[in-house]
């Protein structure tokens, strides 16, 4: 009833496909949405990846215009050329239309996921738009208020800021989205994960010592250590975390946070009790001839002593007899023996 169009569909049975295509053939007519082959072509960052033997490749969705083979194209802040075109089947293409899905190959550096593109007529005005969107970058990048070293560092000093720095690689760029997304909801205002760099591949040598400068730790999503990078954890004492599941690394860095935090003292009132007599026993010191007047007394408990309403000593129970055996836990109503632990300065009431 809504304005959003439902097909239940199954991939393993391979039901409900032919609907939803219909479905979407239908919006797209009712709402005129309608690609021009005829410009240059634009369009949006799927996913990215680095491959064996391929390099950078980052799946591309061409949302107008055509692609074709040796165009010159920016992507985000990168400015690269069409050198292989790739259908979703991985048969090499001379061109793309609109609406259609296809892989670049080649690209001289990792593009993000949800980056935008754009064809242009010649590598100098790629390059030209490329460098003003860095530009751009790095001034919202900036923030509104420098904070000074002073003031980090007064604000570390309080215990005000409490960071888990962390160097993220993952198998594709939009995991580590997902990743970093998840790292927020988990950051309080007392502790938080702070991703100091993020990209995509294995876990190498300068990766573990990103994290050995910044006290940090690597972690790795899909994505296994090298050789030099076991060696440089070995050598820096970084611990170099691999997951495979999502969820896991979020719950590791939960317990992670958690030891951050200071611990919470929580006080635990386990009875009360009267002092009615008291004995000096000798080579041991006073023992307190005590009724249980609320609660109970256990062996391993921590005691005050309280005098005219005032503490006068804090420590531990030495003893604890009933009559003259030795008891686990007195209940409220009976009488016990109590010694205190290197005190022995025990009045009556």
């Known amino acids: 009833g ?15 496909v032919d609907e939803l295509l219909e479905q979407v053939s239908l919006l ?4 005129e949405l309608k690609g021009n082959p005829g410009r240059s072509a634009k369009g949006v960052v799927i996913e990215s990846r680095v491959e064996k033997g391929r390099g950078n490749v980052a799946t591309v969705l061409v949302q107008d215009g055509t692609l074709k083979k040796g165009q010159h194209l920016v ?4 400015a690269t050329r069409v050198r292989v075109l790739n259908d979703e089947n991985g048969k090499a293409i001379a ?5 259609m899905p296809v892989e670049l190959t080649g690209l001289p550096e990792t593009a993000n996921a949800g980056d935008t ?3 242009c007529k010649d590598d100098k005005v790629a390059q030209e738009i490329a460098d003003v969107r860095k530009e751009q970058l790095l001034a919202d990048s900036q923030p509104d208020k420098p904070v000074s070293l002073e003031e980090l560092f007064a604000k570390i000093q309080a215990g005000d800021l409490k960071e888990l720095p962390i160097v993220l690689k993952t198998d594709v760029a939009g995991s580590a989205e997902a990743i970093r997304g998840l790292f927020d909801k988990i950051s309080t205002d007392e502790v938080s994960v702070k991703i100091i760099h993020s990209a995509v591949g294995a876990i190498n040598e300068s990766d573990v010592l990103l994290a050995s400068t910044a006290n940090g730790i690597a972690v790795g999503f899909n994505v296994r250590p090298d050789t030099g990078a076991q060696a440089a954890a070995k050598r820096t004492g970084v611990d170099i975390k691999t997951y495979s599941i999502v969820y896991e690394l979020v719950d590791d860095m939960k317990k992670a946070l958690g030891g951050l935090l200071e611990p919470e003292i929580r006080e635990k009132v386990l009875g009360r009790v009267e002092v009615r007599e008291v004995f000096g026993v000798p080579k041991i010191g006073t023992i307190a ?3 249980v007047t609320d609660g109970n007394v256990t062996r391993n408990s921590m005691l005050r002593l309280l005098r005219d309403g005032k503490v006068i000593y804090q420590g531990k129970l030495s003893s604890l007899k009933r009559f003259k055996d030795d008891a686990k836990e ?5 009488e016990c023996g109590i010694g205190i632990e290197n005190y022995n300065d025990i009045k009556v009431g």
């Open 75 to 78: 992507i985000g802040t990168m």
């Open 330 to 334: 007195v209940q409220s109503g009976y």
């Open 2 to 16: 809504g304005s959003t169009q439902f097909c239940p569909v199954s991939a393993i049975k391979g039901e409900g």
């Open 28 to 31: 797209a007519e009712i709402q």
């Open 289 to 291: 001839g005590c009724y």
């Open 117 to 119: 593109f754009d064809v």
């Open 95 to 99: 061109e793309a239309g609109p609406s």
